[in-house]
């Protein structure tokens, strides 16, 4: 007969692991999350792929994928590993999601999509959200205020949102 975990325990063992991801302690989160599960999640429904990407830890990132981490879960509010690469300007984890094959249209509870999360936090770095274009994510995907991201960068983004749509033929 299996015993189940007391959830006291778990929770302290995710918080742990999520410190060691977050100092790279990969070898002991590794053998941890080996014992628990790589898709195990904690209190914000959050795994350690988006814990690995919100830190911008790549051996972690890399090691979990390697081991079947779920490249698109979302976390509670809706947030997958790639809003928050985006969030992050993470331009190496980005390109490695996006090659692994990472949806670039899931929509967190605002109904906003990586893109939507790349533009709002571009500042003077497009590289994210030309990534993301590159791998075919929508300019015009409407979120739940009725506004897209296209229109979202022609306002915060400009004139070099503009030159970047036209050198990427997206006009």
Same mark, same amino acid.
């Given at each position: 007969?299996?015993?189940?975990?007391?959830?006291k325990?778990?929770?302290?063992? &995710?918080?742990?692991?999520?410190?060691?991801?977050q100092?790279?302690?990969?070898?002991?989160a590794?053998?941890r999350l080996?014992? %628990?599960?790589?898709?195990t999640?904690?209190?914000?429904?959050?795994?350690?792929?988006?814990w $690995? *990407?919100s %830190?911008?830890?790549?051996?972690?990132?890399?090691?979990l @994928?390697?081991?079947n981490?779920?490249?698109?879960h979302q976390d509670?509010?809706?947030?997958?590993a790639l809003h928050?690469?985006?969030?992050?300007r993470?331009?190496k $984890? $980005?390109?490695?999601?996006?090659?692994?094959n990472?949806?670039?249209? &899931?929509?967190? *509870?605002?109904?906003?999509t990586?893109?939507?999360a790349?533009?709002?936090?571009?500042k003077d770095?497009?590289?994210v @959200?030309?990534?993301? &274009?590159?791998?075919n $994510?929508?300019l015009?995907?409407?979120?739940?205020?009725?506004?897209t991201?296209?229109e979202i960068a022609?306002?915060?983004?400009?004139l070099?949102?503009?030159k970047?749509?036209k050198?990427?033929? &997206?006009?």
């Amino acid at each position: 007969m299996k015993l189940f975990r007391n959830p006291k325990k778990t929770e302290s063992l &995710l918080e742990d692991i999520n410190y060691e991801i977050q100092n790279s302690k990969n070898e002991s989160a590794k053998k941890r999350l080996t014992e %628990v599960g790589i898709n195990t999640v904690d209190e914000l429904g959050r795994n350690a792929l988006i814990w $690995a *990407c919100s %830190v911008e830890n790549m051996d972690m990132i890399t090691w979990l @994928v390697e081991n079947n981490a779920n490249i698109d879960h979302q976390d509670r509010n809706g947030y997958s590993a790639l809003h928050f690469i985006a969030l992050e300007r993470n331009e190496k $984890a $980005a390109a490695y999601l996006l090659s692994k094959n990472a949806q670039t249209e &899931l929509k967190d *509870c605002h109904g906003n999509t990586p893109l939507w999360a790349a533009v709002m936090n571009a500042k003077d770095d497009l590289s994210v @959200v030309e990534l993301l &274009l590159k791998n075919n $994510a929508n300019l015009n995907n409407v979120n739940i205020a009725n506004r897209t991201p296209r229109e979202i960068a022609e306002k915060i983004l400009g004139l070099e949102f503009q030159k970047l749509i036209k050198r990427l033929n &997206l006009e």
